[in-house]
């Protein structure tokens, strides 16, 4: 069973295949740079291997072989201008294995998941003008904490003004308070020795 799907550059096959105990089957692919592809591979059994490989210099490189799962999963993106691509299944049972192959290239791969929504933009626009209005709130609050820091220095410079004119009247009081008990002691020595 084979189901082919192809909406623009797209592809998407899944089908079945039975293999037969000790046998191995081979699927080929070719790909562009940067394109990606996806296997998943389910069976009966989890008694078989997986093996990918990718031709370089018509030699193959093993880039994935496992064995002894139910299910595979393997995502590539090749780097090369071309890329010859080969996996192979091989049937480790004693009795026959079911593959279930479901093998995608291109742009079903995106998780869709992922991708924004016109509803999600919405609630961003939502958060967006939230964030505007704490913003606005917090340009105020700062505005105002400017102005009481204007007033309060401006009020801490009138107070010092203030101390020091208090603190010099003081300072002249004493000593005219000073120099007047000097005078009336004078005088009253004064007096004492007259008399």
Known sequence: MILLLLVGIVQCVQFGYEVERGQQICFEDYFSQDDVFDLRVRANSSNYSVKLEESENKKYVLLYERSGS?????????????????????????????????????????????????????????????????????????????????????????????????????????LIITAITVNLIKRILQQKKSQ
């Open 70 to 174: 139910w299910e595979h999963n393997y995502q590539h993106q090749s780097n090369h201008r071309a890329s010859h691509m080969r996996y192979c299944f091989i049937n480790l049972e004693n009795d026959n294995i079911v593959f279930n192959i479901t093998y995608k290239t291109g742009s079903e791969l995106a998780d869709m998941q992922k991708v924004a929504k016109i509803s999600d933009l919405n609630q961003m626009g939502d958060y967006m003008k939230k964030l505007n209005s704490l913003l606005d709130d917090i340009k105020r609050e700062r505005s105002f904490l400017i102005s009481k820091y204007d007033f309060m220095s401006k009020m801490q410079g009138s107070i010092s003004k203030k101390q020091i004119v208090f603190g010099l009247l003081c300072l002249g009081l004493s």
